[in-house]
């Protein structure tokens, strides 16, 4: 197992926004968590990823806990992600963008008197080729389409090099034709580089296309995880999600 | 090494500014040669601030520690101790980036206006065991009459040995900010949030930063006493970093010479309009309300978009480090 959560638990004040989440991911797959808005999507993955600590419970990663160790940590150990809003640098270029993340892996980001032009351009350059940016390399980031910035997003992800690659709703706000292909773009990246993803995701047409397994969050806690087929037919799902809506 | 981050006719325009310059004092009053002197020292303190304000998106609100710390590090060496001045010129930026790392430790575990806060505490804690300290910094009379090295006690060859000393360090400032450590910090302030997320240790990028700033800091404090053979406790009170602070808004905070651009305007505006009323720093107020209603990137950076906005359409950029996205991890990430 690549990763497993197991009865985590984390509450701000007294609204406990995750309530007992269990979920587990394996080499290759492609999961895909789903619940309504509030259902604690986003703070089950910023648990994942560090950004916030556990109340109660555990994440292995590997077979090795990593609860509680901060973000930079946790994308060493090969866990990387992106955020539900455009999270990028926005004065910088979008070479640079994904430069600094490939410096960062290769621990290069304290080296000083050596020029950055000439250090991990392949490697960038060949993360922008993928994702079909190559040609917007010199552009300012914060300048880009709000399509593109999350494009960046995913390549940023991309070069740490991670075994996990955690995408916090990576179509949200793009148009149907967008969200068509940054999926297909997913998928290819998950193929071509072996990474295993782990997403969240509102459309239901896209989930149950590209999902190999699916687990269901209302209110803070897991309902289930299952192969698609098994939760569409779940009677508890359809009356907490998919029939609702 | 240069050549490949800067292109070749920027390369040639420095070396025929600073070649120039060389030449300079031979042609211009003692008085001119003093105050460009003055402005070098002041503008590398300015552009090293600027590594950690411009670039780093920190808000060190209390630089002038570094540069008054180097600048007594020196005096008491050469006044005190019986060590060559090379020693002391050495010493003295090693313990300014020392005193740098001690309050950068505490600050960097706060964000932006706490991190400011916090500094201008400990900066004022050292300068007052400075102002208070009779018997070893002579308090608020001073160090005064330092012995310097013949070689450069004159203002001309002091000139020159300024002016060396701070195209080298401009030159160290600019391969730091082309590294990938540079890079990295640029990014740190654009999104800190981002950094820890794909693997950068930022508080440890902040803190390098801090340390290098005060380091450079502390040689401007060298470059001051060899011009001034004196200092006093107000290299290190908040009135004179505040005024740091201000020439970076003024030049540029986003440029990389901007800074040194806001010194020279400053030093000059004190030196020229000093002479008529001694209410200059009304002039300088009226200056900086104009500063922030119609060039809020500063006189460089409003150069430089007028130079490019002919040549390419830039859009305008979120102003990062200033907004709340750009909050430390752990702040905003709470949602859904």
């Not at chain 1, 638990?9 to 080499?27: C, H, I, M, P, Q």
């Not at chain 1, 040609?135 to 991670?162: F, V, W, Y």
């Not at chain 1, 998950?190 to 997403?199: N, P, S, V």
């Amino acid at each position: 197992m690549m990763l497993q959560v197991e009865g985590a638990y984390k509450s701000f004040g007294d609204f406990g926004a995750v309530n007992g989440a269990n979920l587990t991911v394996s080499e290759g797959e492609l999961v895909v968590v789903i619940g309504p808005n509030g259902a604690g999507k986003t703070t089950l993955f910023n648990l994942i990823a560090g950004q916030l600590k556990l109340d109660q419970g555990q994440i292995l990663f590997g077979g090795e806990n990593i609860a509680g160790l901060p973000p930079y940590e946790i994308c060493e150990r090969g866990i990387a992600r992106s955020f539900q809003i455009a999270n990028i640098f926005h004065r910088l270029t979008v070479f640079e963008n994904v430069q600094v993340a490939v410096l960062a892996e290769q621990r290069k980001s304290t080296s000083l008197f050596r020029p950055a032009y000439n250090m991990a351009v392949e490697e960038t350059n060949s993360i922008l080729e993928s994702v079909g940016l190559l040609h917007k390399a010199g552009n300012i980031a914060g300048a880009l389409s709000h399509g593109d910035q999350r494009i960046l997003e995913i390549a940023m992800a991309l070069g740490n090099e991670p075994e996990l690659l955690v995408l916090d709703e990576p179509t949200a706000g793009m148009s149907p034709e967008e969200t068509f292909a940054a999926m297909e773009l997913i998928q290819q990246l998950a193929r071509e580089r072996g990474i295993t993803i782990l997403l969240c995701e509102h459309d239901m047409d896209v989930v149950f296309s590209v999902a190999e397994s699916i687990m269901v969050m209302h209110q803070g806690r897991t309902l289930l995880q299952d192969e698609p087929e098994a939760v569409r037919c779940n009677a508890e799902v359809q009356e907490a999600y998919l029939g609702v809506s | 090494m240069l050549t490949g981050i800067v292109d070749g006719r920027w390369l040639a325009a420095a070396v025929i500014v600073v070649a120039a310059l060389f030449v300079l004092p031979s042609l211009i009053p003692p008085f001119y040669v003093y105050m460009l002197a003055l402005i070098f020292v002041t503008a590398l303190l300015a552009m090293s601030l600027n590594l950690v304000l411009g670039y780093g998106g920190l808000y060190q609100f209390h630089h002038g520690v570094f540069y008054g710390v180097g600048a007594y590090a020196v005096a008491l060496i050469l006044k005190k101790t019986s060590l060559p001045a090379g020693v002391a010129f050495i010493a003295a930026p090693i313990v300014a980036a020392i005193t740098g790392l001690l309050i950068g430790w505490f600050c960097v575990r706060l964000t932006e206006l706490y991190f400011g806060m916090l500094q201008i505490s400990l900066g004022s804690l050292i300068w007052a065991i400075v102002f208070r300290w009779y018997s070893f910094t002579g308090g608020d009379d001073g160090i005064h009459g330092i012995p310097l090295p013949p070689a450069i006690s004159s203002l001309q060859s002091s000139y020159y040995f300024i002016l060396s000393i701070f195209a080298l360090s401009v030159a160290a400032l600019y391969l730091i900010i082309k590294s990938p450590f540079g890079a990295t910090l640029q990014a740190t302030r654009d999104n800190p949030q981002r950094c820890e997320a794909i693997g950068v240790n930022v508080r440890r990028h902040q803190l390098m930063g801090i340390v290098i700033a005060s380091f450079f800091g502390g040689v401007a404090g060298v470059l001051f006493v060899v011009l001034e053979h004196s200092v006093f406790p107000d290299l290190l009170f908040w009135v004179l970093s505040l005024e740091v602070f201000i020439m970076c808004l003024l030049g540029g905070w986003f440029t990389f010479l901007g800074p040194a651009l806001g010194a020279g305007i400053i030093v000059t505006l004190r030196t020229f309009a000093g002479i008529y009323t001694e209410y200059w720093t009304a002039i300088m107020g009226v200056l900086l309300i104009l500063l922030i209603f119609f060039l809020p990137e500063g006189v460089m950076g409003f150069l430089l978009s007028k130079f490019k906005g002919r040549s390419e359409h830039v859009e305008p950029v979120p102003a990062p480090s200033l907004d709340t996205t750009a909050a430390r991890p752990s702040t905003d990430v709470a949602s859904s």
